[in-house]
């Protein structure tokens, strides 16, 4: 089994201090390492708890990843890994983004350290004031013809405004590490709306949790993915890449295969026939923020 360093991990842990970090193979599998504490232990009860449900509609496990059991990985000092479906397998090149939903990410009966700990974080970014924050994220610059990644420390300072602008950056086509250009929005269309888009999934999904009392999501991220690869056309004649835009006010060209995921489930939690508010209300919150990025495809319209 040939075992590799993810290419395009936006957000989560990785290798450091000799602990190991994600591995992806060559069959679309991804190899999660199992943490040590009692978050480990947990994130395996949700995916076990989950894949036997039949509460679960099959309609939203599309927005789960694939579970495949848990395995020791050699060349990993035999750590044990959580084994997924590999999200990102089918797509050239991905442009990805992690959002870490609610207005909360600590859990009931956490510590007082913890909870104060997530307190800070929460309210130095837009998690408490928007109901959701950007943990990461990688696009790929049709300009340089390379992937662009900020560093986190320059998201964990974003506020309102930086979040939404960094919402336009996603699905733009024009140079994106100049932090002081304004977004194009090429491809909000193709990625954010139409009948496949990252709106319709996120109504299908918000639907669901607004019913849904079987667990609570804290601290879990919603993972977008969209192919750049097929945005562009190829022009024979001088090599440049051309974008290929699509009509704000139509559907989604299908060849973006925009894609939402949700992931991260070390901290839920049964939800014990209660309605899980604080990922519902950041979800809905996300959500207003997509659609008025849709509504003004050009910023200057919102201002």
């Known amino acids: 089994m040939q075992l590799k360093v993810p290419e395009h991990q936006v957000a989560g ?5 000799g602990k190991p970090g994600p591995l992806v193979d060559d069959k679309g599998r991804f190899f999660k390492p199992l943490q040590g504490d009692s978050r480990g232990e947990n994130e395996v009860k949700f995916y076990e708890s989950f894949a036997t449900n ?13 579970y495949h059991g848990t395995q020791a990985v050699e060349g990993s000092d035999g750590a044990a890994m959580i084994v997924l479906e590999n999200l990102l397998a089918d797509y050239s090149k991905p442009s990805v983004m992690d959002v870490k939903m609610g207005s909360r990410t ?20 837009t998690t408490a004031s928007a109901g959701f924050r950007i943990s990461g994220f990688e696009v790929y610059d049709h300009k340089e013809s390379s992937f662009w990644k900020p560093e986190r420390k320059l998201l964990r300072g974003l506020k309102v405004d930086g979040a939404r602008l960094t919402l336009r ?25 139409g009948s496949n888009g990252v709106l319709t ?8 949790f607004e019913n849904q009392t079987l667990y609570h999501f804290n601290s879990c991220s919603i993972l977008m993915v969209y192919e750049n690869e097929s945005i562009l056309k190829g022009n024979d004649d001088d090599a440049r890449p051309q974008v290929k835009l699509v009509d704000f006010a139509h559907g989604n060209d299908d060849d973006a295969r925009p894609q939402v995921k949700l992931v991260d489930f070390a901290h839920v939690l049964d939800g014990n026939g209660v309605i899980d508010h604080n990922f519902l ?13 849709l509504q ?8």
């Open 201 to 208: 999934q996120l109504l299908e999904l918000k639907t669901w």
């Open 13 to 17: 842990h990785i290798a450091k201090d």
């Open 169 to 193: 950056k996603f699905v733009s086509s024009n140079s994106l590490s100049d932090m002081g250009s304004k977004p194009d929005s090429a491809f909000v269309s193709s990625v954010y709306g």
């Open 106 to 125: 600590w859990y009931p009966d956490a510590s007082e350290e913890y909870v104060q700990k997530c307190l800070k974080k929460d309210t130095d970014t």
């Open 296 to 303: 003004s495809p050009d910023e200057s319209a919102e201002s």
């Open 281 to 293: 209300g950041g979800l809905c919150s996300f959500i207003n923020f997509l659609r008025d990025i």
């Open 54 to 66: 039949t509460e679960v509609p099959d309609h939203i496990r599309r927005f789960f990843p694939v």
